[in-house]
């Protein structure tokens, strides 16, 4: 790689993929195994048509678990929900550019609640769509599958974006974070480190395997 990677990287198991019936222990099961955040997929069924999660599930695990929430919001117009995912304990909270008509105030809401702000874009966004708003987030999240379900193909051409976005931080001194979201494998992740990405969502490549600790081992491993 020409460039030095600007963070170390981190792996952030998607809950998705985890038993709901055991969620406590399934939480408790990656941190042992090394993760280093929980991501917690809310979907409202409209954004995405599927349904998930909301803020009073995750004021639980934020009782039960020992490492951050990462709530990733695949709901349109959020709004109405940042301040319960601020009570309910959410550390880092991110929002699609697709489902926010007025993105600037929604990412100054998320800080203004104490929370640090991401932005989300599905394959099909470009980079122009976000740009505007890079100062203002501490993390932009890329799709590499359509967001709404685990357990996914990756789809390689986002990481067109990744490169953008690594190079925007680079010419802006920015210490912005990368993470990416779908289809992470051992056999993917290498090349979106590559391409830039600090922070790796990986839900069925953790939580569908019966060693998470070993899983999260080999995912560091192969991103390298
Ligand atoms: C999809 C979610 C992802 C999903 C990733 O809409 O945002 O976080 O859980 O699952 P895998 O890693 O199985 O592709
Ligand atoms: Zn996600």
Request: charged share 20%.
């Amino acid at each position: 790689m020409s460039n030095q990677p600007l963070h170390p990287v981190a792996i952030a198991p998607s809950l998705l993929a985890a038993d709901f019936a055991r969620l406590a222990d399934e939480c408790a099961d990656v941190a042992r195994g090394g993760a280093d955040f929980l991501h917690v997929d809310v979907m409202d069924g409209h954004f995405v048509p599927n349904l998930t999660l909301g803020a009073p599930i995750v004021a639980s695990l934020a009782k039960a678990a020992s490492l951050p929430l990462d709530c990733h919001l695949m709901v349109e117009e959020p709004d109405h929900l940042l301040e319960d995912f601020a009570k309910a304990g959410a550390k880092w909270l991110s929002v699609h550019v697709e489902a926010c008509r007025h993105l600037h105030r929604t990412i100054q809401r998320i800080r203004a609640l104490g929370m640090r702000p991401g932005v989300a874009l599905n394959p099909h966004t470009p980079f122009a769509a976000i740009e505007p708003i890079l100062p203002d987030v501490d993390f932009v999240l890329v799709m590499s599958v359509n967001p709404g379900f685990g357990g996914q193909t990756f789809i390689p051409h986002t990481l067109e974006k990744v490169r953008a976005i690594d190079a925007w931080r680079r010419n802006h001194a920015s210490a912005l974070a990368i993470q990416i979201d779908g289809g992470m494998t051992t056999a993917t992740i290498g090349q979106a480190r590559q391409a830039g990405v600090d922070w790796f969502v990986a839900g069925s490549a953790v939580f569908g395997q019966a060693d998470r600790g070993a899983a999260i081992a080999d995912l560091r491993r192969a991103a390298g």
